[in-house]
C-alpha cells in the first residue's frame, strides 16, 4: 500500500524546488529509527514533514517562519499525521527549544537562507541536538563558486537573492567553522534536475513561473542542489 506522500498532489505544496525529492535522497544517507525526535526545520507546507513521519516513524517539530502553524496543523490534521507532528511557528534565530532536545535536525530547502551567518550553526542550531547527532541539510548551491552572477540568473534573482546560493566547496568550508559539528558530507543532489524541473511546471505559483526566465536562458548549468550532512559533537 502507498504512502500518502507517494499519491498527493505535491504542486499545491512546492515552495521550490521538489522538496520531496531532497528529502528522499537526503535522508537515505542518514540512520533515523522509529521514536527518534526529530526538527524539521523551514518545513514549508509540510511535505517533508509527512515524509519523514510516514517513511520513518519519527516524531517531528515542523517549524516554518513563512507558513502559519495553524495552517500545517490543518493539513497534518487532513492527513492523520497530528499525533506525530507538531507545527510550531518560529524564526530559525530564535528556536524555541532545549539544549539538546532533538537526536537530529533535517532542513530541506531553506537553510541557505539564514545559515549563512556566522555562528548561526554554532551557536543557535547545534546545541540543540544531542552529542552523536545529526544535521543534515540540502538546499540550492553551485557547481562552483562565481565572482558574480551570470546574465542568464540575473533574469529572475537578483544580486542580493544570489548571495545565498554558493558551491559546495564554500559550504565545507563555512560549516567547518563551528567548533561543536563535524562536518561528514558535501556533496551534490543527484535529483537536481528533475526536482527543479518539478517546480518549474508549477504554471499557477508565480514564484516558479518567475524562476523560469533565467533557467530557461541556461543559468541550470551552474545551479546546482548540495546535501550537507553534519554531527554534532
Same mark, same amino acid.
Given at each position: 500500500?502507498?504512502?500518502q ?12 524546488p521538489?522538496a520531496?525529492?531532497?528529502?528522499? +535522497?537526503l535522508?537515505a544517507k542518514l540512520n533515523?529509527?522509529? &521514536?527518534?525526535?526529530i526538527? =524539521?526545520?523551514?518545513?514549508?507546507q &509540510? ?9 520513518? &516513524? ?17 493539513r497534518?490534521?487532513?492527513?492523520g499525521i497530528?499525533?506525530?507532528?507538531i507545527p510550531?511557528h ?9 539544549d539538546?532536545?532533538?537526536d537530529a535536525?533535517v532542513?530541506v530547502d531553506s537553510?541557505?537562507?539564514? *545559515?549563512?551567518e556566522?555562528g548561526?550553526?554554532e551557536?543557535k ?7 552523536d547527532?545529526?544535521?543534515a541539510?540540502?538546499?540550492? *548551491?553551485l557547481?562552483q563558486?562565481? +565572482? ?5 540568473m540575473l533574469?529572475?534573482w =537578483?544580486e +542580493? ?5 554558493r558551491s559546495?566547496q564554500w559550504?565545507?568550508e563555512h560549516?567547518s567553522?563551528?567548533q561543536?559539528?563535524s562536518?561528514l558530507?558535501?556533496s ?6 528533475? @526536482?527543479?524541473r =518539478?517546480?518549474?511546471?508549477?504554471? +499557477?505559483n508565480?514564484?516558479?513561473q518567475? =524562476?523560469r526566465?533565467?533557467?530557461? @536562458? *541556461?543559468? &541550470?548549468k ?9 554531527k554534532r559533537k
Open positions: 500500500m502507498k504512502k506522500y507517494e499519491t498527493i498532489d505535491l504542486k499545491p505544496l512546492m515552495m521550490g521538489n520531496l525529492r531532497m528529502v528522499k +535522497e535522508t533515523l529509527r522509529p &521514536g527518534m525526535r526538527m =524539521d526545520l523551514g518545513c514549508g &509540510g511535505i517533508t514533514s509527512l515524509f519523514l513521519a510516514e517513511e520513518y &516513524g519519527v516524531k517531528v517539530c515542523a517549524v516554518d517562519l513563512w507558513i502559519p502553524a495553524t495552517e500545517n496543523y490543518r497534518f490534521l487532513q492527513w497530528d499525533s506525530q507532528v510550531i518560529a524564526d530559525a534565530n530564535a528556536l524555541p527549544f532545549a539538546g532536545y532533538f535536525v532542513s537553510y541557505h537562507y539564514f *545559515g549563512r556566522a548561526y550553526l551557536e542550531l547545534a546545541p540543540l541536538v544531542k552529542p547527532g545529526v544535521i541539510l540540502a538546499f540550492p *548551491g557547481k563558486e562565481m +565572482e558574480r552572477p551570470s546574465p542568464a533574469l529572475s =537578483d +542580493e537573492a544570489m548571495k545565498t546560493i559546495g559550504w565545507r560549516l567553522k563551528a561543536n559539528i562536518v558530507e558535501v551534490e543532489l543527484a535529483c537536481c534536475d528533475q @526536482a527543479w =518539478d517546480w518549474l511546471a508549477c504554471e +499557477e508565480p514564484y516558479a518567475s =524562476d526566465p533565467a533557467m530557461e @536562458a *541556461g543559468a &541550470g551552474d545551479m546546482n542542489l548540495l546535501a550537507a550532512v553534519l
